[in-house]
C-alpha cells in the first residue's frame, strides 16, 4: 500500500501496532502483551506483528517505534529505559536487522507530544505522560524537540521540587518517606506523579493497597494536584509553553484540570496564567500514531 506507515507503540506492558494509510485512516490496529524482561522476545513481538501487517497489506511500509528512554546513536544502544530489561542493547539496530533497515525509533512521550500537538493551535506544546512512568516531550513549531543528550522533556527524573518543605501543601507530605527512584537517585517527580506513585502516597494516608486506579474521591489526590502543579511550574518557568497536554493513565482524573491551573501560579515565577492545560485528544492510541509519524 502506498505511502502508508507503521506505528508501533513498545509499552511496558503492551505492544501497539497500527497501520496508517495515505490519508491517515487506520488499517490495522493490534496490541500484544510485551514479553517483560526478555529482550530477545521483544525483539521477536515487534517483528512479528510487523510481519503480519507486511503480509496483510504489502511489505516495505516505513516503521516508527516509540520506546521508553532513549537510543544512543554513539553508543548505539537504549538508555533510561524504566522496561530495564532494554536498556545497553542495541534495539534500533536490531530492529532493523529484523526488518530491512526501515525502523526510526523515538521516545514514546515525544511521540505522543508530537501527535496531540498535531490537534493544537500552539507554538509551543510540552506533553506529558502520568502513566507507570512520567514523562514529557517537547514539540516546538510542529517539530520535536529532541535535545542534545536524547533527553529533552525528561522531566520525570527531576527532583520533587518542594518535596516536604511546602506549607501551601497537605500537612501530611512531611510524614512521606523518601522514594528511591530506579533511575538511581531518590524523589524524583516519577516516583509520586506516576500511577504507582499516586497509588502509594494513598496508601501511606489511607493504609488501603490498590491493585486498580487510585479512586476519585482519594485523600491523596489534594497533595497530588499540588505536586503536579509544583512541577509544572518549573516548566513553564523554563520552556513557557502555550499548552500542557496531559496524557496516561492517571490524566483521565477530572480533578486535574481543576485544581492544576488554579494552583500552577502560585508556584510558577509568573501569575498571568496563560498556559492551558488540557486532556490528551487521542487517549491511549497518541503514541502509537505519533510513532506511525516518525515513519517519513
Ligand atoms: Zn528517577
Given at each position: 500500500m502506498k505511502a502508508a506507515r507503521i506505528g508501533i507503540d513498545?509499552?511496558?506492558?503492551?505492544?501497539e501496532a497500527v497501520l496508517l494509510d495515505v490519508s491517515g485512516a487506520v488499517r490495522f490496529r493490534e496490541r500484544?502483551?510485551?514479553?517483560?524482561?526478555?529482550?530477545?522476545?521483544?525483539?521477536?513481538?515487534?517483528?512479528?506483528l510487523v510481519g503480519r501487517i507486511d503480509a496483510e497489506f504489502g511489505g516495505g511500509s516505513p516503521v516508527g517505534i516509540g520506546?521508553?528512554?532513549?537510543?544512543?546513536?554513539?553508543?548505539?544502544?537504549?538508555?533510561?529505559?524504566?522496561?530495564?530489561?532494554?536498556?545497553?542493547?542495541?534495539?534500533?539496530?536490531?530492529?532493523?536487522?529484523?526488518l530491512?533497515?526501515r525502523v526510526r525509533?523515538a521516545?514514546?512521550?515525544n511521540c505522543f507530544a508530537l501527535a496531540e500537538a498535531e490537534g493544537v493551535d500552539a507554538?509551543?506544546v510540552?506533553g506529558?505522560?502520568?502513566?507507570?512512568?512520567?514523562?514529557?516531550?517537547?514539540v516546538?513549531g510542529g517539530q520535536l524537540?529532541?535535545?542534545?543528550?536524547?533527553?529533552?522533556?525528561?522531566?520525570?527524573?527531576?527532583?520533587?521540587?518542594?518535596?516536604?518543605?511546602?506549607?501551601?501543601?497537605?500537612?501530611?507530605?512531611?510524614?512521606?518517606?523518601?522514594?528511591?527512584?530506579?533511575?538511581?537517585?531518590?524523589?524524583?517527580?516519577?516516583?509520586?506523579?506516576?500511577?504507582?506513585?499516586?497509588?502509594?502516597?494513598?496508601?501511606?494516608?489511607?493504609?488501603?493497597?490498590?491493585?486498580?486506579?487510585?479512586?476519585?474521591?482519594?485523600?491523596?489526590?489534594?497533595?497530588?494536584?499540588?505536586?503536579?502543579?509544583?512541577?509544572?511550574?518549573?516548566?513553564?518557568?523554563?520552556?513557557?509553553?502555550?499548552?500542557?497536554v496531559?496524557g496516561?493513565?492517571?490524566?483521565?482524573?477530572?480533578?486535574?484540570?481543576?485544581?492544576?491551573?488554579?494552583?500552577?501560579?502560585?508556584?510558577?515565577?509568573?501569575?498571568?496564567?496563560?498556559?492551558?492545560?488540557?486532556?490528551a485528544r487521542l487517549g491511549d492510541s497518541a503514541g502509537v500514531f505519533g510513532a506511525a509519524r516518525l515513519g517519513g
Amino acid at each position: 500500500m502506498k505511502a502508508a506507515r507503521i506505528g508501533i507503540d513498545l509499552g511496558g506492558t503492551k505492544i501497539e501496532a497500527v497501520l496508517l494509510d495515505v490519508s491517515g485512516a487506520v488499517r490495522f490496529r493490534e496490541r500484544v502483551a510485551t514479553p517483560t524482561g526478555d529482550y530477545a522476545g521483544t525483539v521477536a513481538a515487534v517483528a512479528a506483528l510487523v510481519g503480519r501487517i507486511d503480509a496483510e497489506f504489502g511489505g516495505g511500509s516505513p516503521v516508527g517505534i516509540g520506546t521508553p528512554g532513549a537510543w544512543v546513536p554513539e553508543r548505539r544502544q537504549m538508555k533510561n529505559c524504566n522496561s530495564t530489561w532494554l536498556n545497553g542493547r542495541p534495539l534500533l539496530d536490531d530492529l532493523n536487522a529484523a526488518l530491512d533497515g526501515r525502523v526510526r525509533i523515538a521516545n514514546d512521550a515525544n511521540c505522543f507530544a508530537l501527535a496531540e500537538a498535531e490537534g493544537v493551535d500552539a507554538e509551543v506544546v510540552f506533553g506529558v505522560i502520568l502513566g507507570t512512568g512520567v514523562g514529557g516531550g517537547i514539540v516546538v513549531g510542529g517539530q520535536l524537540l529532541a535535545g542534545a543528550n536524547a533527553i529533552a522533556g525528561e522531566w520525570g527524573h527531576t527532583p520533587l521540587p518542594y518535596f516536604g518543605v511546602d506549607a501551601a501543601a497537605d500537612g501530611r507530605e512531611a510524614s512521606l518517606e523518601d522514594r528511591p527512584c530506579y533511575c538511581g537517585r531518590t524523589n524524583c517527580v516519577e516516583t509520586f506523579l506516576s500511577g504507582p506513585g499516586l497509588a502509594r502516597t494513598h496508601e501511606a494516608f489511607t493504609g488501603e493497597e490498590l491493585d486498580t486506579p487510585v479512586p476519585t474521591d482519594s485523600p491523596a489526590l489534594d497533595l497530588y494536584t499540588t505536586m503536579l502543579a509544583r512541577s509544572l511550574a518549573q516548566i513553564v518557568n523554563v520552556l513557557d509553553p502555550d499548552v500542557i497536554v496531559l496524557g496516561g493513565g492517571v490524566s483521565n482524573l477530572d480533578v486535574l484540570y481543576r485544581e492544576v491551573p488554579r494552583k500552577l501560579p502560585r508556584y510558577a515565577f509568573t501569575h498571568e496564567g496563560r498556559t492551558q492545560i488540557v486532556r490528551a485528544r487521542l487517549g491511549d492510541s497518541a503514541g502509537v500514531f505519533g510513532a506511525a509519524r516518525l515513519g517519513g
